[in-house]
């Protein structure tokens, strides 16, 4: 059965900390893998996709990396802002299957 | 702005009604997805449609269907509807299937009392 599994559920850290976000699924075939933010009640927004030759991709503070041998994702927010407070979500495959999402809160 | 346009932004309606949602998909996006996401829960993908024909299909209970028109806008239709169809409902759309990038219309709210 195709499953995305995040962890953990929700996470509080204080602004400017670090933090990383994980991701295992079992999506097959596996085409590429995504994470989304999602500020709530709004759409989910990309942060960055990765195909199955790429291990690791950025954008801004934002770094993904991913382990296609052991199907793990994580997702590694540096310097966090109080903005970054939302729902991190793994999704997978060509017909995007979602993970739970890592509600996020970033806190003064 | 995803380019994702979804209409209404907000529906309430009673137990038992029908109710059609509304998707314009970015310029040039030939695939579009539909997704419920619940209370708290996650998205639950419900079905994808490219260049009008159905693609791929979720949970999509019997009394929902959709369509994709030859201009690429969508619909989802939702029928008999029950307090639990409540939810937030989003239309996503790419230019294929494969590994392109996917936008998110901001949702519509659908309260069912």
């Known amino acids: 059965k195709n499953q995305v599994e995040q962890s953990p559920q929700s996470l509080i850290i204080l602004e400017g900390k670090n933090c990383t976000l994980q991701?295992?699924?079992?999506?097959?075939?596996?085409?590429?893998l995504r994470w989304y933010k999602q500020d709530t009640g709004r759409g989910p927004v990309s942060l960055t996709i990765m195909t199955f030759s790429e291990n690791t991709k950025s954008n801004g503070r934002y770094t993904a990396t991913l382990d296609a041998d052991t199907k793990q994702s994580s997702l590694h927010i540096t310097a966090s802002q109080l903005s970054d407070s939302a729902s991190y979500i793994c999704?997978?495959?060509?017909?995007?299957?979602f993970g739970k999402g890592t509600k996020l809160s970033v806190k003064p | 702005d995803s380019g994702v346009t979804q209409t209404p932004k907000h529906l309430i309606t009673a137990t038992g009604q029908r109710v059609t949602l509304r998707c314009s998909p970015r310029s040039g996006d030939l695939s579009v997805y539909w997704y419920q996401q619940s209370l708290d829960q996650g998205l639950q993908f419900l079905i994808q449609y490219y260049n009008g024909e159905e693609r791929a299909k979720g949970n999509i209970l019997e009394r929902f269907s959709a369509q994709q028109f030859p201009d690429l806008h969508s619909e989802l239709n939702l029928s008999s509807l029950e307090l639990g169809d409540s939810a937030l409902y989003f239309c996503a759309s790419s230019y294929r299937t494969d590994n392109t990038e996917a936008f998110f219309g901001q949702g519509t709210r659908l309260t069912v009392v």
């Open positions: 999704v997978v495959g060509g017909n995007l299957i």
């Open positions: 991701c295992n699924y079992t999506v097959s075939p596996f085409s590429n």
